[in-house]
């Protein structure tokens, strides 16, 4: 089954969209990855949804990425009495007492935030609804005046914009969700409460080679780590909601550029997610601006768009995935198109392997060849030549299955599993066959093949090689 866009849809999976049959559907629909979100659903529904993935992905013969989406940290404030309305321009204390809650004062168990703030800090409560303000902290409490009054109930989120948590990127229950999807075999693990590399790093040292790890962007703290971040990540993930609560809501197009170019210029996959089809829950057909907000996506040359709700509960999963499918086929198709992609710059780093990349991207334009086919292990040659953004198809050629699911979020990217070529004539032979048998070549057509030398050694693509299908 081959695509025939660049841009990668993301669906996440729920009680509209868990059923085997469901899942075929959406894969053959346009899904490229799945996502599994651990803030919903226990572990049967979360292992059954990936046995059905993985079912599919052998009865089709095509390698599906499986992402498992962690909770992180969640503030709370504590429990409230019935019909708690803070008031705008009174005063409302945050203390560790746990007493029910009222409208001059609330729990909030956590010791780090009060660790954290400081005067003149904002804190939000409800996603964003309530805005506080800090006048004074002690080490078990704070005393706000309220800026943005409203009812408050039990229970609800806390979100501090405005300092850097003392807290760990991953709490209790994300190590045990964390260890439950590494024993499914999963491909990604996506990171929330990213505020720092060391989050990453931390995460890492648990997940080791057995996943790729994506940061999601969601704490405006965090933009100031932006580059820290993505040198530590394999891939980042634009959480538009997150950063819609934590600042004011017209910043976040400007963000959402910001983090997709400098992706782009580090070579590292970007997701774009949160609300892009969201009136799809309850409605078959999406509104105009929703369609534009996915099309801007596609046309800045993110790696992917995402569908939470829309296809985890909604009533239209299949047509929110179709329409994702639909808008990128349009915006790809653009006149346009093409001249707004090769404006991001995106310079090769110093090695023999962007190198090749880079030229084979220029031979491309230059001779008008049908495919890029590059040999990988890793799967970093595969990722490079995604990063030229390349107006031909890349077939990525790889031994590892690992890698191909893996590398199914990469812009542009057939992953197609494959031994390794044994020898230079194996190489051309394999890649020309494969070219032709997926549909991307035809006798008489040119390809561009990149590999390394020695033949199976990660990370060292060091040839290229142009070859004519069918040609002895």
Known sequence: MRRTRNVKVLATLGPASGSPEMIRRLFEAGADVFRLNMSHGNYDDVAAWHKAIRTVEQELGRPIGILVDLQGPKLRVGAMADGTVLEEGKPFRLDLDEAEGDAVRAALPHTEIF???????????????????????????????????GS??????????????????????????????????????????????????????????????????????????????????????????????????????GLQKTITRAARRAGKPVVVATQMLESMIEAPTPTRAEVTDVATAVFEGADAVMLSAESAVGGYPLEAVTMMDRVAHSVETDPQYRAIIEQAETRPETTSADAIMLAAHQVADTIGVAAIVCYTTSGSTGLRASRERPD????????????????????????????????????????????????????????????G????????????????????
Do not use: Y
């Open 152 to 253: 408050l109930t039990s229970n609800k989120g806390v979100n501090v914009p405005d300092a850097i948590l003392p807290v760990t990127a991953l709490s209790a229950k994300d190590r045990e969700d964390l260890d439950f999807g590494l024993s499914l075999g999963v491909d990604w693990i996506a990171l929330s409460f990213v505020q720092r590399a060391a989050d990453i790093t931390e995460a890492r040292e648990i997940i080791g080679d057995r996943a790729w790890v994506m940061a999601k962007m969601e704490k405006p703290r965090a933009m100031d780590h932006l580059d820290e971040i993505m040198e530590v990540s394999d891939a980042i993930m634009v959480a538009r909601g997150d950063l819609g609560v934590e600042l004011p809501i017209e910043q976040v197009p």
């Open 392 to 451: 031909v198809p890349i077939m990525v050629l790889t031994p590892s299955r690992d890698t191909a699911r893996r590398m199914a979020i990469a812009w542009g990217v057939h992953c197609v599993e494959t031994e390794d070529a044994q020898s230079f004539r194996d190489m051309v032979d394999r890649a020309a066959a494969i070219a032709e048998s997926e549909g991307f070549a035809e006798a008489g057509e040119q390809i561009i093949i990149t590999a």
């Open 115 to 149: 660790a954290a703030l400081e005067p003149g800090m904002a804190l939000l409560l409800d996603d964003g609804k309530i805005r506080l303000e800090v006048t004074a902290v002690s080490p078990d409490g704070a005393d706000t005046v309220v800026k943005v009054g």
């Open 453 to 472: 030398v020695p033949f199976g050694t990660p990370g060292s693509t060091n040839v290229l090689r142009i070859a004519t299908i069918g040609a002895p």
